[in-house]
């Protein structure tokens, strides 16, 4: 079946380190993949999106490349802030259509000053 | 501008008893939703309105109603209460169906039952 495969939390990083969430996913056909996070208290939000085979998605200084041959839709920051700690949720919709998004069981990630 | 907003925030329900969850959107937004977040687990969904006057069933649906009271409000009840509803309940809202649309998601409901 379809599925969403994301590194187990919760990851611990100091200020400034380089960032990597790994997600894999299982799907038939050619699904579209995200990048949700949900800060402490609130609703999940996009964080960064993409639709085709090699496309970078990116945002707020993250960014993900959509790896068909690897199936792979990993999450990189350069220099993370403390700021960045959140909890991070790989997903992919299949059929365009937003009632099928299936969503990764979420990576906890702390960032120390 | 309040987005997506949810109540309560906190519900303890002994089992059995049933009650309904609220959410308001004011985005003016035809596509609402309602998942599930367990430990371990990513969002499942329960129910959806795709527009004003639908709902459908998600992946989760046994055990749970919804209303779509207009185009802002999309209510879920638990009709009678089990253990295995303990959960956090997010409600989220779009503009359309198709994936290319944001989904906008509510701070969510922490339920649990006893």
């Known amino acids: 079946g379809n599925s969403v495969t994301q590194m187990e939390g919760p990851v611990t990083l100091s200020e400034e380190a380089f960032l990597t969430i790994n997600c894999t996913y299982t799907a038939t056909g050619y699904p579209s993949l995200f990048w949700y996070v949900q800060y402490p208290g609130e609703g999940l939000q996009l964080l960064l999106k993409?639709?085709?085979?090699?496309d970078k998605g990116s945002n707020k200084g993250f960014e993900a490349t959509y790896r068909k041959e690897t199936t792979s839709f990993h999450l990189e920051k350069g220099s993370v802030q403390v700021s960045d700690s959140a909890v991070y949720f790989c997903a992919l919709t299949l059929y365009s259509s937003a009632s099928k998004i299936i969503f990764g069981s979420g990576t906890r990630l702390s960032i120390r000053p | 501008n309040a987005g997506v907003t949810q109540t309560p925030k906190f519900q303890v329900l002994k089992t059995g008893q049933s009650m309904t969850l609220q959410c308001a959107q004011d985005m003016n937004h035809n596509s609402m939703y309602w998942y599930r977040q367990d430990p371990g687990m990513g969002l499942r969904l329960i129910y959806y309105s795709a527009s004003e006057g639908t709902t459908d069933k998600g992946e989760v649906p046994n055990g749970y109603n919804v209303s779509r009271l207009n185009k802002r409000e999309f209510s879920l009840r638990l009709e009678s209460a089990a253990p295995s509803q303990t959960s956090v309940y997010f409600c989220a809202s779009s503009e359309g169906t198709e994936s290319s649309y944001e989904q906008y998601f509510g701070p969510g409901t922490r339920l649990t039952v006893t």
């Open positions: 993409a639709t085709k085979a090699d």
